[in-house]
Structures are given as structure tokens and as C-alpha cells.
């Protein structure tokens, strides 16, 4: 998924800066791309990890294995990596943007500050920490181009905004249950707004995600991948059982691939 979310919006950029396609730019832009959202799994792996100790003893942390000093250290590794990747990659531009997502996704870990406030509002914490994905998208392509951001029309912040979206499709599907999958002291869309509910505001935002991307005049595909969505999805709505909400989450994984593959493919083909 990386690698797709990474080649997605590097080729779009690249096509608005008529540049050929790099497969070396490609590469080391998706290894910054990937230490990034692997850093955001070790945020989430110190964040959780008092919850772990109690719902979730066979994380890392919870279990032992490393310490919480140990992943931090990691942690300034990897953020001096990246710094240092970016810059190598896509210049002083490139460098700048990953930096600005850098410093989000710092104020992710520290849940901007309010996260007693937040933590209870499970989407509003949701968006306002998948909103990375939107920088993450143009730090992308500005490694594969090196282009500055003074550069960009509204276009192109209109179609990276579509990254946003479908990262919230996969947020709200991934944490949407049947009522026999619900545990007790989990938050999950589905027992906040109910079955109904939870498919709704997943499925919003697929259908926003299609309106975003259609800035870059590739609707008849991605609109019938997303009717077969719906289609797949729909089982859930329907029927509401364990099964059908497995389902779900599949297809909502599952669609949010091929979105991002036939994305490629129609850029590729223009």
C-alpha cells in the first residue's frame, strides 16, 4: 500500500511537471515514505501503550520486549534519516515539505495538546491525525520532482486532498464491527453511530475521495470500482453480522487498493 500510495502521487506530479517517470526517485522516495508511516506506528505503539498493558498484552511494549526509551531513540533516528533522505532526494523543496510533515505528525504524537479532549471524539481525533496523509502525499511528490509548492495550481491540491479521504475510509472501515465483534472499552464507529451509520460515513468518504480525484479527469474506472464497492460493502448494511462486517473491512481494504491501482494505471496511460 505504500509503495501504491507512493507511486499514486509522485506519477501525478510528475505528469504536471511533465517530467519522465525515475524508478531510482521512485525507490528511495517510497524507503522516506516508508520510515515515515513506520514511525507513526512506533508513535502509536508508545501512545497505546498503557491501554496495551490492559487490552492489548501482546504488543511489544506491553509484553517487554523494547522500552519505551529504546523506540524513542528510534524514533530521532529515523525522523534525522528522513530529514537527511528528503533532502538527498528532492532537494531543498523536498526537504522543507517532509520537514512541515515531520513537525504534523510530532503534533500527532502529542495529540496537538489536547488529547483529553480529543481522545473521546474518536473521528474528530481520526481526521485531524489522517490529514498527514495529505502532506505525506505532496512530500511525495515533491521527492519524485523536487518542485516547490509555490509552484502548485489549486488543481493538484485539490487531487492530493484525496488521499485525506480515502485515509479515512480505511480509519473508519478498519474500526467498524458487527455487534458480536464489539469489546467492551473499545471505541469503534459502529457503536458510536450504529451499523447504518458506520457504513455511511465510510462510504462518504470514498464518494469524496472520487469527487477530489476527478481533478485529474479519471472518473468512468474509479466510479465503477467504487458502485462495486458499494455492492460488496452493502452486505454489512444489510445483514450486520460478524461475516458481513469481515466482509466490509475486506472490501473497504481491498477497494482502497484498486482505487490507488487504477489511479496509476490511468495516469501511466495518459
Known amino acids: 500500500m505504500i509503495a501504491v500510495f507512493t507511486a499514486v502521487n509522485g506519477l501525478y506530479l510528475s505528469k504536471q511537471a511533465e517530467m519522465e517517470w525515475n524508478w ?16 507513526m506506528r512506533l508513535f502509536d505503539e508508545i501512545k497505546d501503550y498503557e491501554v496495551d498493558l490492559k487490552i492489548n498484552p501482546t504488543r511489544p511494549l506491553a509484553r517487554g520486549i523494547l522500552s519505551v526509551i529504546q523506540v524513542k531513540k528510534a524514533l530521532l533516528l529515523l525522523i534525522i534519516f528522513e530529514l ?8 531543498w523543496n523536498s526537504f522543507i515539505v517532509h520537514g ?4 504534523y505528525s510530532l503534533l500527532m504524537y502529542e495529540e496537538f495538546f489536547i488529547g483529553d479532549f480529543l481522545r473521546p471524539h474518536l473521528t474528530t481525533y481520526a481526521v485531524t491525525h489522517t490529514f498527514s496523509s495529505f502532506l505525506l502525499a505532496i512530500s511525495a511528490g515533491v521527492a519524485m520532482t523536487g518542485i516547490s509548492i509555490t509552484d502548485f495550481h489549486a488543481d493538484i491540491y485539490i487531487f492530493f486532498l484525496m488521499n485525506w479521504a480515502f485515509f479515512n475510509l480505511f480509519e473508519f472501515a478498519r474500526k467498524t464491527f458487527a455487534v458480536s465483534e464489539e469489546r467492551p472499552g473499545v471505541l469503534s464507529y459502529s457503536n458510536i453511530f450504529g451499523r447504518t451509520g458506520a457504513w455511511l460515513l ?4 470514498a ?6 480525484v476527478s481533478s485529474a479527469k479519471i472518473e468512468p474506472l474509479v466510479i465503477a470500482a467504487f458502485v462495486l464497492y458499494l455492492a460488496a460493502s452493502s452486505l ?26 487504477i489511479v496509476i494505471y490511468v495516469l501511466g496511460a495518459s
Not at 531510482?24 to 514511525?39: E, H, K, V
Not at 537527511?84 to 532537494?91: E, H, R
Not at 465510510?202 to 468518504?205: A, H, L
Open 207 to 212: 464518494a469524496i475521495g472520487i469527487i477530489l
Open 202 to 205: 465510510s462510504t462518504s468518504q
Open 24 to 39: 531510482t526517485q521512485f525507490f528511495l522516495t517510497f524507503i522516506l515514505l516508508l520510515s515515515f508511516f513506520f514511525r
Open 100 to 103: 512541515l510533515a515531520i513537525g
Open 236 to 261: 454489512y448494511l444489510i445483514q450486520g453480522n460478524a461475516k458481513a462486517a469481515k466482509i466490509f473491512r475486506n472490501s473497504s481494504a481491498a477497494y482502497l487498493l484498486v482505487h490507488y491501482i
Open 84 to 91: 537527511i533522505l528528503a533532502a538527498f532526494v528532492g532537494g
